[in-house]
């Protein structure tokens, strides 16, 4: 059967563009779906949206709604990354600043005044005060991690990544300005900054400078300037003033050298807040935003997504605007509009990730962070917009139905040189239904340092550590160190589609896929039908593996299906061992149920919104299976 489809694959070729071409072989549909007989332990009717009724209902004429872009993202034009439009002057002076011409080098002879600040930021992203309140009881709170301050090494090799993030990026600011007012927390940042200072006097090659570790705290340092300034030393008022005034300057010439692009984009994002707040600050505000459009152009996607698919990531961006947005507020001026446009583009991929109980779902190594924290940071960027359903390039699939929310990862990983605490995920799913987590992915990969030892996280990063299908348990796309990922699923082929029913709520929408990650090694490819009824009560699914290319097919391969669980789920297996009902947490009742092999239920783990490992479990089909391919089908379904 000819269908319509869409090929995703790695920005080698000028977009992501449509193809045309079969998505499954004849063996793909040799086996039917689920066998729902009369089995007293399966109390489900036999539904009409079988796999076999929907192949013979897509070749009738109208029943079938042609895939066009669902709810496309703006797509971001040239425009949008073009510098700033300013005058043939102050071109010059941009110019002049990036050769290293300030305002002193103009003015040799002049005096040079004391670094001070023009204005006062008002924070727009409120911290956490529980985080605050162990900060000033002389704890850094870390993913359910207390760690001393007093032990903390504020120079030296390198610590875990969320808090080399926390110590050297300054984050603690916010959660500590949250907790009391300013005159109980001051001596407890100055002490802090103090410590700091004494054991960095100098840039060197530590983490401590780190292009994204020095925008962050000079971020920090300049929003929160009255916690750390309001005490009564001046000495140490003066010594801090001096620290912004440096670190400024060593980033106005290292921020080519950041890690990675958001890294980079942190840079010019403090370049330009410096700018704005430090005096003699317009020609380092011109050079600043000329380069943060042009490397917000360099992360982010046609679609309004970050190349590296993470949402920790496309939070952060987003954190970096409004509160650079917060630094021009301050100082009574208008922002470039590409970085309201920016912004604007930047929501709509976020909000579809999230689950009905509007927390985040664990995509690229994120925890789910709580609804709380996302809601503060739409309502803080001022946009308002809907989720992205049908997102290509960023990669997530969305389908609401009902109380049902369905998130499907249909795209390759990202690059190595984009990636920040990747994940083999491709074709992964999670599933909700109101506030209930049902089908889930591990998460917690970007939460390595808490709770979440690091050998722990290198495994939340693997395929297995999602809701998808897995060959002799190896990774679909390779798992490498620091966050990185290797070779594998190159490309991935997506096709939805809206299917009419006869009668309200019958309908559904059908979300087929494929992957190449375990083609080089097997010569099979992975093909996922997800479809999900208008009314959020039934999901079906189908996982086959069709021959590809000249790759023996002799021999056996292991194949293991899991369907990690959301936490506080009650189970109870079918005297058949090929089912097992659900018992939610919010009363309601689901029934999993395989259609060829025996379903058990094993061990797992799920990181919270505070990044905190919280034992589940999880549904897992394994066969033993020829080389040549095989189909595989389940069902989920809601009974009460």
Request: net charge positive; glycine share 12%.
């Amino acid at each position: 059967m000819h269908r319509p489809g869409h090929t995703i694959a790695h920005r080698a070729a000028a977009g992501f563009d449509a193809a045309h071409g079969d998505v499954a072989g004849d063996d793909a549909g040799t086996r039917m779906a689920i066998p729902l007989g009369p089995d007293a332990e399966y109390q489900a009717q036999q539904s009409e949206l079988t796999f076999a009724a929907i192949e013979a209902r897509m070749s009738e004429p109208g029943q079938l709604n042609e895939p066009g872009v669902i709810e496309p993202g703006r797509a971001l034009a040239l425009a949008d990354f073009s510098p700033p439009q300013v005058s043939t002057g102050e071109r010059l002076v941009r110019l002049a600043y990036r050769f290293g011409l300030g305002p002193r080098a103009l003015n040799p002879f002049g005096k040079r005044a004391a670094p001070r600040l023009t204005a006062t930021v008002a924070n727009p992203l409120p911290g956490d005060a529980a985080k605050g309140t162990a900060v000033r009881a002389g704890h850094f709170l870390l993913h359910g991690l207390k760690a001393p301050i007093a032990d903390i090494e504020f120079t030296g090799p390198r610590l875990a990544p969320p808090l080399e993030r926390l110590v050297h990026g300054f984050s603690w600011l916010p959660d500590l300005e949250a907790c009391a007012a300013r005159v109980q927390c001051t001596g407890v940042a100055e002490r802090i900054l103090g410590r700091w200072l004494t054991a960095n006097p100098r840039p060197d090659a530590t983490p401590a400078w780190d292009v994204g570790n020095v925008a962050h705290r000079l971020l920090g340092w300049l929003i929160h300037a009255p916690l750390i300034l309001s005490g009564q030393d001046r000495k140490f008022r003066s010594r801090a003033l001096h620290a912004f005034d440096t670190t400024a300057s060593w980033l106005d010439r290292n921020v080519g050298r950041a890690e990675d692009k958001l890294s980079e984009v942190a840079g010019w994002t403090a370049i330009t807040a410096a700018g704005l707040l430090l005096a003699d600050g317009r020609a380092r505000r011109l050079y600043g935003e000329a380069g943060l459009v042009h490397a917000l152009g360099d992360l982010v996607g046609d679609d309004g997504g970050v190349l590296s698919r993470s949402p920790l990531c496309q939070i952060e961006a987003i954190e970096l605007l409004v509160r650079l947005k917060a630094c021009y507020s301050a100082v009574r001026t208008e922002p470039p509009s590409q970085i309201d446009t920016i912004l604007g583009v930047l929501v709509p991929p976020l909000l579809a990730v999230l689950h009905g109980d509007g927390a985040l779902s664990a995509w690229q190594g994120a925890p789910a962070l709580p609804a709380s924290r996302i809601q503060s940071l739409i309502k803080a960027s001022g946009v308002r917009t809907r989720p992205l359903r049908d997102a290509r390039q960023w990669g997530y699939q969305r389908v609401a139905a009902q109380r049902s929310i369905l998130l499907f990862d249909s795209a390759p990983p990202p690059v190595a040189r984009h990636a920040r605490d990747g994940c083999a995920s491709t074709l992964a799913f999670e599933f909700s239904h109101g506030p209930e987590r049902i089908i889930v992915n591990c998460g917690g990969g970007a939460c390595a340092g808490g709770l979440i030892p690091l050998r722990l996280a290198q495994g939340l990063r693997a395929t297995a550590a999602h809701s998808t299908l897995t060959i002799d348990d190896l990774n679909s796309t390779a798992v490498l160190i620091n966050g990185k990922l290797g070779t594998g699923v190159s490309e991935v082929d997506i096709d939805r589609r809206t299917l009419s029913g006869d009668a309200p709520g019958t309908g559904a929408t059908r979300l087929e896929a494929s992957h190449n990650g375990y083609v080089s090694r097997y010569g099979l490819t992975h093909r996922r039908i997800l479809i999900l009824r208008d009314d959020g009560t039934e999901l079906r699914g189908e996982d086959s593996l069709v021959p590809t290319g000249r790759k023996g097919k002799r021999g056996t391969i292991a194949v293991i299906l899991r369907f990690h669980l959301g936490p506080h789920i009650e189970l109870a297996k079918g005297r058949d061992g090929m089912g097992v009902t659900l018992a939610l947490p919010d009363g309601s009742l689901w029934q999993f149920r395989s259609g060829r092999d025996l379903v058990t239920v094993e061990e797992s783990l799920w990181a919270d919104g505070q990044g905190r490992p919280i034992g589940t479990r999880q549904l897992v089909i394994t066969a033993k299976v020829s080389r040549s391919g095989e189909t595989f089908s389940w069902l989920l379904k809601k009974m009460r």
